[in-house]
T-cell receptor
Framework: EPEVTQTPSHQVTQMGQEVILRCVPI?????FYWYRQILGQKVEFLVS????????KSEIFDDQFSVERPDGSNFTLKIRSTKLEDSAMYFC???????????FGSGTRLTVV | GEDVEQSLFLSVREGDSSVINCTYT??????LYWYKQEPGAGLQLLTY?????DMKQDQRLTVLLNKKDKHLSLRIADTQTGDSAIYFC???????????FGAGTRLFVKA
């Protein structure tokens, strides 16, 4: 069964450093998303991406965050200058047909120290 | 704004039915979902229901939607230990590009 692949599975970074979280969505999917889950809290929406542009973003997704789909297969989330409160599990998801439900990756656990 | 609320824990005995409840605030929700998250894994879509439906059944899973009360439930028949996980209720509203998730209900299944 097709799956969404995220790398790395764990990332530890120093505060102020840039990180890039990588995702390979399902190949024929058109809609792409990043969510995050701080330990024990809700799964929070960050950004949605369709037709090579951001469709919607949350208040969390400020100027420190950016997304790219550079080569038609990878979908990346960049955090320019990480803060301690960015520590969370980051999930990538893709969707083939609008509103029929997402396929999530296994997540990248980001720890900012 | 949009919000989805769920109880945090549910404990059942193996073989019993589990009912996980969810309430949502956005009356323009068009699709509602149940996702399952096992330890260390991403969220897995279990089922979804359109807002013009009252019920959907899929093997051991039954989804009930009360649109008037904005209440969604997931019933798992003959619950097994492998059903132990966190279950997330989620909604998307008309014209939206994001799905809103609840905090998840942790289901414990006792043998």
């Amino acid at each position: 069964e097709p799956e969404v692949t995220q790398t790395p599975s764990h990332q530890v970074t120093q505060m102020g450093q840039e990180v890039i979280l990588r995702c390979v969505p399902i190949s024929n999917h058109l809609y792409f998303y990043w969510y995050r889950q701080i330990l024990g809290q809700k799964v929070e929406f960050l950004v949605s991406f369709y037709n090579n542009e951001i469709s919607e973003k949350s208040e969390i997704f400020d100027d420190q965050f950016s997304v790219e789909r550079p080569d038609g297969s990878n979908f990346t989330l960049k955090i320019r200058s990480t803060k301690l409160e960015d520590s969370a599990m980051y999930f990538c998801a893709s969707e083939g047909q609008s509103n029929y439900g997402y396929t999530f990756g296994s997540g990248t656990r980001l720890t900012v120290v | 704004g949009e919000d989805v609320e769920q109880s945090l824990f549910l404990s059942v005995r193996e073989g019993d039915s589990s009912v996980i409840n969810c309430t949502y605030t956005d009356s323009s929700s068009t699709y509602l979902y149940w996702y399952k998250q096992e330890p260390g894994a991403g969220l897995q879509l279990l089922t979804y229901i359109f807002s013009n439906m009252d019920m959907k059944q899929d093997q051991r899973l039954t989804v009930l939607l009360n649109k008037k009360d904005k209440h969604l439930s997931l019933r798992i028949a003959d619950t097994q230990t492998g059903d132990s996980a966190i279950y997330f209720c989620a909604e998307i509203y008309t014209g939206g590009f994001k799905t809103i998730f609840g905090a998840g209900t942790r289901l414990f299944v006792k043998a």
